[in-house]
């Protein structure tokens, strides 16, 4: 009698667990390659590079990256918790997303990048159970369109790695001024080329100032508007002599928060280029001395 009365009072919520596993199905063949599948009009190395781009603008960690392999798998990205009922009563376990991307060289000019995802309910591997919501707005479909944008929009990219050869020659000058007078006149420069001084310190020779350029779209699934673009500059002052002093004026790129300096996402050419903001800099710090 005891079993029996146990098993009516849970009978109400089996059926509702039941109900919320009807909604849920597994990820089909059919689904993976027609949703979970793209090819882009980009080269292997481009692609793979946007790939592995992508996944940390979406809140994953690449764990293993292998361009040889064509293989690029995350670590688990923590993603709810799942209801279930026991014996000893309701319990709760934590779920985790993980990708594993794999990327097939079509031809010279197009990348086809496969993208796998794993469901973990704590350690375990659920993947290949009716656990999977494939519409609405944190369904797979979703998900998947999200990824693909984001590296999308990486191999769309037409800019160049900065390298410490440019910023050596381009990006650095030598002023025939004494130590204080430079930094003072790097000071000011900033402003007037609309950065906003972030840090300066004389004792240090450090100078940052940042600046807001634009904004892009972006397809985060906690962010799908825009985000914010800031250029800054990080400028080192040393003192030569004391008639001469040297400034490295390194820049950055920020999308919001993410540094994306080291990508390709640098001009070195026309009046947008970085050698051209590198002259009218020094040419702003030559004025005030």
Request: glycine share 8%; net charge positive; hydrophobic share 40%.
């Amino acid at each position: 009698m005891p079993q029996w009365s146990l098993r009516w009072r849970l009978a109400p919520l089996l059926l509702a667990v039941l109900l919320v596993g009807c909604i849920r199905s597994q990820i089909t063949e059919v689904e993976q390659q027609s949703f979970g599948t793209r090819t882009f009009a980009a080269g292997y190395e481009k692609t793979f590079a946007a790939a592995l781009d992508a996944l940390p603008a979406l809140g994953y960690q690449p764990q293993f990256v292998s361009a040889a392999q064509g293989r690029i798998t995350t670590t688990r990205r923590q993603a709810g918790a799942t209801a279930g009922i026991g014996l000893a009563g309701t319990f709760a376990a934590p779920l985790f997303r993980q990708y594993d991307l794999r990327l097939v060289r079509v031809d010279a000019g197009h990348t086809r990048v496969v993208a796998h995802p794993h469901l973990y309910e704590g350690e375990r591997d659920v993947s290949r159970q009716a656990v999977w919501q494939m519409s609405g707005r944190d369904g797979e479909y979703e998900h998947w369109r999200a990824l693909f944008a984001q590296i999308e929009r990486g191999c769309m990219r037409q800019g160049v790695l900065l390298t410490e050869a440019d910023l050596q020659s381009l990006g650095t000058r030598t002023f025939a001024a004494g130590y204080e007078k430079t930094f003072a006149a790097a000071s000011k420069a900033l402003p007037a080329l609309g950065y906003e001084l972030e840090f300066a310190n004389a004792a240090q020779g450090r100078i940052t100032a940042r600046r807001q350029t634009g904004g892009i779209a972006y397809v985060n699934l906690d962010n799908p508007n825009a985000i914010a673009v800031f250029r800054q500059y990080d400028l080192q002052v040393v003192r030569v002599d004391p008639g001469h002093t040297r400034v490295i004026a390194r820049p950055r790129i920020f999308e919001d928060k993410r540094d994306v300096s080291q990508q390709a996402v640098w001009r070195m050419s026309g009046p947008d280029g970085e050698p051209e903001r590198w002259r009218a800099l020094f040419a702003q710090i030559e004025l005030g001395l």
